[in-house]
């Protein structure tokens, strides 16, 4: 039950009567319904901001796999599983906005490939020479 003010006295009554107790005067629910209608759209225009500004959860999972494979390259199988997760979810990052940590993800996940060839390149000199 909420209270609005008569339109005709100005007395604060029950929005479920049907007239004013004081003049008589019958309540137009209108009154309300009116008063809730504009707030609904500054509403809808924040949640619009809120959404482009919002953060890619995506692109940051990814950026995070990539600098974790940046460290952790050289163990094998784990490091190679980072990176793979890292260029992933960089790469599907790339498509929410906003996209600077996928794109820092993307790029550190090219990186990330490079020390991992290198790093299996210099175990495979490792064990050709042991092996020779
Ligand atoms: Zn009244």
Redesign the pocket.
Known sequence: MALIN?T??G?Q?SDKARK?P??G?PINLRMTTERQTPVRQPQQQTQIIVNQQGSNGTGTAGFVFALLALFLSWIPIFGWILWFFGLLFSFFGLFTSPRSLAVVGFIISIIDLIILFTVVAGVAALFAGIFA
Request: charged share 20%.
């Open positions: 008569c005709e006295c007395k009554v004013c004081n003049c005067h």
